[in-house]
Nanobody, 117 residues
Framework: QVQLVESGGGLVQPGGSLRLSCAAS????????MGWYRQAPGKQRELVAR???????RYADSVKGRFTISRDNAKKTVYLQMNSLKPEDTAVYYC???????????WGQGTQVTVSS
């Protein structure tokens, strides 16, 4: 059974930082693309950042220069370093593992990030 377990969310003041982690219990981690998405109340889920199996990353315009996605294949973990957080970053953040070649698409349960003074 595939599990993606997110951690690191919480309450932080504007301008602060958080680091999200997503640990995967799946052998195909190193050959899969990984992503972070978020969903704010009343809004659709949106892409925050993705990193390919080869290490190429891309970001939503709203987080460029503030967030950094990285992966550790040995630990089967993907990270999202979030700096200069803004109230509009408040959302539930979800981890995603996907491989079009293998035909898989898995989601974590989400972790709440709240940016507020």
């Amino acid at each position: 059974q595939v599990q993606l377990v997110e951690s690191g969310g919480g309450l932080v003041q504007p301008g602060g930082s958080l680091r999200l982690s997503c640990a995967a219990s799946v052998s195909i981690f190193s050959i899969s693309d990984m992503g972070w998405y978020r969903q704010a109340p009343g809004k659709q889920r949106e892409l925050v950042a993705r990193i390919t199996s080869g290490g190429t990353s891309r970001y939503a315009d709203s987080v460029k220069g503030r967030f950094t996605i990285s992966r550790d294949n040995a630990k089967k973990t993907v990270y999202l370093q979030m700096n200069s957080l803004k109230p509009e970053d408040t959302a539930v953040y979800y981890c995603n593992l996907a491989s079009t070649i293998l035909g898989v698409d898995y989601w974590g349960q989400g972790t709440q990030v709240t940016v507020s003074s």
